[in-house]
């Protein structure tokens, strides 16, 4: 038989009922419902030259290359086709860029040699960046 006053007796280490049936009870409360944050981000790094080179296009040049950067990152299939990105008034909400400021924006950085444009009649713009615009040179 084992020695009560052991401290290494296996046996002690029992829980009283009264502990048990609260550590039960803990367990089955129900978790609190974590809501992620869906909000846009960018993902880095973007190289300051590239940053640079469309806030001098214009001024509104850094928001539009920050959008199309989203865009292509988020990859929904809706804005993006071959690269492409369909630069509309959604995707630059909250930035406080009207349709002209957008339009004159992504033929400044078109101009800068910054981005690519497909146009398609009236429909908004398609704007591709330049392939190594988002790359890290050492």
């Known amino acids: 038989m084992l020695d009560p006053v052991n401290p290494f007796d296996p046996a002690g280490l029992n829980l009283p009922p009264d502990l048990a049936k609260r550590g039960a009870s803990a367990t089955t409360r129900k978790r ?5 944050n869906r909000a846009r981000f960018v993902k880095g790094p973007i ?5 640079r080179s469309a806030h001098r296009a214009h001024r509104a040049g850094l ?9 292509l990152d988020s990859g929904d299939r809706r804005c993006v086709k071959d690269g492409f990105v369909k ?3 959604d995707l630059c909400d909250g930035l406080g860029i009207s349709a002209r400021t957008r339009q004159r924006a992504i033929l400044a950085l078109e101009a ?3 981005v690519r444009v497909k146009r398609e009649g009236h429909a908004a713009a398609l704007v591709r960046p330049v392939a190594d615009l988002f790359q890290i040179r050492g």
């Open 47 to 51: 190289p300051f030259e590239a940053m």
């Open 32 to 36: 609190k419902v974590v809501r992620r």
């Open 112 to 114: 800068a040699g910054l």
């Open 63 to 71: 928001p539009i290359l920050l959008c199309l950067k989203i865009a």
């Open 87 to 89: 630069v509309t008034a």
